[in-house]
C-alpha cells in the first residue's frame, strides 16, 4: 500500500509539530509532545521530494522558533524575528536530510510483486509517494532520523557567530524521564533520544495507517483478492507486528533515561550559598536606566540577608551570588559604587560575586598583585590581562570582605546582536536596532573557575549555559558547584527565564553538580545535582535564596566524552543521510535494491492469474 498524502496535509503535519515542539518548552513546559512534534515532521517529509522537505522543514522551524523565541520580540518588535527565521533554516536543512534518510522506503523509484515464475516483476512508484519499510529497517531510519536532527542541532549551536543552541530538544526535558540519558552523553545524546522516539513513532503510525488503509481496500473489493477470506486479516496482523520494534525503540529510548543514576550525595563537604535576586526598578532595555539603584537593589538585599542572619531567621551564608548586571556602574572606576558594594559584602561577612561590566585596563583600585596578574586562579579576564582602553567585558568579580576584589571571571562568549554586534555597518542596512547595543563587548580567553570559600567554582555567565564546551570546561577543570548569574530583565514577563532555568537543570543532570541560577529580576533557584529545585523566586520581585549544597568531585561519563558523543551522533546522521542519498540515485537508475523487500512489493497485490504474493505493507523482507 503506497501513501501519498496531498501537500496540504504535508504543510499541516509539519506546523502540527513546530507547534509541538515548541509548548514542549517552558512554559508550559509540556515535554512529552516533542518527540511527536518531531515525529509530525518526519511523517511530513516521509517519501517527499527534497526540495518539499526542506520546505516543510522551514515551515516547522518557523512555526516552532516564532513562538519558542516570542521573548526576542518583547521590546525590539519584530525584527526580533530574524533570529526565529535564521534557526528555522537550519530546520529546513534537517527536513532535507530526514528526507534523504527515509529514502529507502519512499516513492520516485520502483517497487515490485512477482509474477507467475516467481521473478521480480518491477514498476514505477509514484514520486511522493512512501512505502512501508520492514521492521529493523524502520528502526535503523529512525536512529538515522535522530542522529540528523542532533548534528543539525550541534551546527546551529556553533554557526553562524558561535551559535545560538537555544531550543535545542534537550532543553524541554528538564522534567521528563530521559533527561537521566543527559549523565551519560550529555544534552546531544537527550536530544538524540527524543528525536529518534519520534521518528519511530511516525514510522509506526505511517506502516499502521499503510496497513489499514490496504485492510480497507481489500474489504472493500478495490483491490484482487489473493487466496483464502482470511488472507487480509492475517496480513494486517503480520503488518501490526512488524510495528512492534519502532514501538519498542521508541519506548526504551523514553523511559531509558529513567534508569540512569542521578547522584547527590557531598563528595568534598557542602556549601551554603545565597543567591541575591535584588529587581529593577523597569523591565525592558532600559531596565538599567537607573543604574544606581539597580546596585542599591542588590546591596539592600544583602544587608537585610544579613540582618536576616543576625537575628537566627536565616543560616550564615559561605558565599552569595548576585547576578549578571547588579552592578553596571564599574566599580574599578567608580569609588561610590565599590564602597556600595564593600558595605554589602562587610555586612555579610562572606565574599560576594558581583556580576558588573568593567572597560578598559580594570581601572583603578585593585592591589597591585592582582595588576600584575599574580593573584587570579587563572579565570578567564584577569585582572593581569592587557585590556585596550575602549575594551568593554561582562564579568563576574569576586569580592571578599576585608580585601575587596580578588578574582575576575570574563564572559568567553558575548551573545551576537546582544552584547556586540557582528559586521554592525552591514547589518544597519537592514534596521537601525543593531545600534541599540551601544558598546561591543570582548570576549575573556580563559574559563570561569574561582576559588572561593575553600570550593572551587565554575561560573556561566548568562546564556553560556547553553554551551556544552564552556560548562565543559569548568566542570573538567575541577568546579565542584556552577553558577550562572544572569539577567533577564530585557525579556520582561516572557517565558525566556524559565527557558533558561531548565537549561540550567538540564546541566546539572549533565554535569552532577549543584547549580546556584541567580537573576537580577527571576525566576533563580539553587538546583541539586539532580535537576530538581526547591523554591524558586518570582518575576520582578526583590528576593534572596538561602541553601546549602553538596560540593561534587566526580565526572560524569558526559562530562568525561565531552563533545564526542555528539561527533559521533553527527557523523552518524552524515552516514544514514548519505545512504539514502544512494539509495535514492540506484533507485533513480533503475537498479533497485532487492534486500530490503518492505519496498519492493507490489503494492496493489498480483495481477489475475498470477502466484500469491506478501501483501506489500506487511513485507519488508524479515528486515
Not at 223 to 235: H, K, M, Y
Not at 436 to 462: F, K, N, S, T, Y
Not at 567 to 593: E, N
Request: with cysteine.
Amino acid at each position: 500500500m503506497l501513501l501519498r498524502p496531498s501537500p496540504l496535509a504535508r504543510a499541516a503535519t509539519a506546523a502540527l509539530g513546530g507547534a509541538l515542539v515548541a509548548v514542549a518548552f517552558p512554559e508550559p513546559g509540556w515535554w512529552w509532545l516533542a518527540a511527536p512534534g518531531v515525529g509530525a515532521l518526519v511523517a511530513a517529509v516521509a517519501g517527499a521530494r527534497l526540495r518539499t522537505a526542506a520546505l516543510l522543514g522551514l515551515l516547522h522551524g518557523l512555526v516552532l522558533f516564532v513562538v519558542l523565541l516570542r521573548w526576542t520580540a518583547e521590546y525590539v518588535g519584530p525584527v526580533a524575528y530574524a533570529l526565529a527565521v535564521a534557526e528555522a533554516l537550519f530546520v529546513a536543512l534537517a527536513g532535507l536530510l530526514v528526507a534523504l534518510v527515509l529514502r529507502a522506503s519512499r516513492g520516485g523509484g520502483r517497487s515490485g510483486g512477482r509474477d507467475a515464475a516467481g521473478t521480480p516483476a518491477h514498476r514505477e512508484v509514484p514520486p511522493g509517494a512512501w512505502t512501508p519499510p520492514g521492521a529493523v529497517t524502520a528502526c535503523l531510519q529512525a536512529v538515522g532520523a535522530g542522529a540528523v536532527w542532533t548534528g543539525v542541532e550541534a551546527l546551529r549551536a556553533r554557526f553562524p557567530f558561535g551559535g545560538f543552541g537555544w531550543g535545542r530538544l534537550a532543553f524541554s526535558q528538564a522534567d521528563s524521564p530521559t533527561v537521566g540519558l543527559a549523565a551519560l552523553g550529555g544534552a546531544p545524546l537527550v536530544s538524540f533520544a527524543v528525536a529518534t522516539t519520534g521518528a519511530a513513532l511516525a514510522l509506526v503510525l505511517l506502516h499502521l495507517a499503510a496497513a489499514a488503509g490496504e485492510h480497507r481496500l481489500r474489504r472493500e473489493g478495490s483491490e484482487p483478492a489473493v487466496g483464502p477470506s482470511s488472507t487480509a486479516p492475517r496480513a494486517l496482523a503480520r503488518s501490526t507486528a512488524q510495528a512492534l520494534p519502532p514501538l519498542l525503540l521508541a519506548a526504551l529510548l523514553a523511559a531509558g533515561g529513567a534508569l540512569v543514576p542521578r547522584p547527590t550525595a557531598a563528595e568534598a563537604g557542602t556549601l551554603v550559598v545565597a543567591a541575591v535576586q535584588g529587581d529593577v526598578p523597569e523591565p525592558g532595555l532600559d531596565f538599567n536606566a537607573e543604574r544606581r539603584a539597580v546596585l542599591d537593589n542588590h546591596v539592600r538585599g544583602t544587608i537585610e540577608l544579613a540582618d536576616a542572619v543576625a537575628a537566627g531567621r536565616a543560616p550564615q551564608p559561605d558565599v552569595v551570588v548576585w547576578p549578571e548586571n547588579a552592578s553596571d556602574i564599574d566599580p574599578f572606576a567608580n569609588a561610590d559604587a565599590a564602597a556600595r558594594i564593600e558595605e554589602a559584602v562587610r555586612a555579610i561577612g562572606a565574599p560576594v560575586l558581583v556580576g558588573t561590566l568593567v572597560r578598559g585596563s580594570r581601572g583603578t583600585g585593585l592591589p597591585a598583585d592582582l595588576e600584575a596578574g599574580t593573584g587570579s586562579t587563572g579565570g578567564a579576564g584577569s585582572p593581569g590581562d592587557e585590556l585596550q582602553d575602549d575594551e568593554l567585558r561582562n564579568v563576574v568579580v569576586v569580592w571578599e570582605p576585608g580585601e575587596g576584589p580578588t578574582q575576575v571571571y570574563a564572559k568567553r562568549h558575548p551573545v551576537p546582536f546582544g552584547e556586540y554586534v557582528p559586521h554592525r555597518d552591514f547589518f544597519r542596512l537592514f534596521s537601525d536596532k543593531v545600534d541599540l547595543v551601544r558598546a561591543d563587548m570582548v570576549p575573556g580567553e580563559r574559563p570561569g573557575l574561582l576559588d572561593v570559600a575553600g570550593a572551587r567554582l565554575g561560573a556561566l555567565i548568562c546564556f553560556e549555559v547553553v554551551e556544552d564546551g564552556l560548562v565543559d570546561d569548568v566542570v573538567r577543570g575541577g568546579a565542584q558547584l556552577l553558577v550562572v548569574p544572569t539577567n533577564n530583565a530585557t525579556f520582561g514577563f516572557s517565558d525566556e527565564s524559565v527557558q533558561q532555568l531548565a537549561i540550567s537543570r538540564v546541566r546539572a543532570v549533565e554535569e552532577g553538580r549543584a547549580v546556584v541560577h541567580a537573576s537580577t529580576v527571576g525566576v533563580s533557584a539553587v538546583i541539586a545535582p539532580d535537576g530538581s529545585t526547591g523554591r524558586t523566586t518570582e518575576l520582578f520581585t526583590p528576593d534572596v535564596l538561602v541553601q546549602e549544597v553538596p560540593l561534587r568531585t566526580s565526572l560524569t561519563p558526559a562530562a568525561r566524552a565531552g563533545a564526542w558523543p555528539e561527533v559521533a551522533l553527527t557523523v552518524l546522521g552524515a552516514l544514514a543521510a548519505l545512504v539514502g542519498a544512494l539509495r535514492g540515485r540506484r533507485a533513480r537508475a533503475g537498479r533497485p535494491d532487492d534486500d530490503d523487500g518492505a519496498a519492493d512489493d507490489d503494492p496493489r497485490g498480483p495481477g489475475p492469474g498470477a502466484r500469491r504474493s506478501r501483501v506489500p505493507s506487511a513485507a519488508g523482507g524479515a528486515a
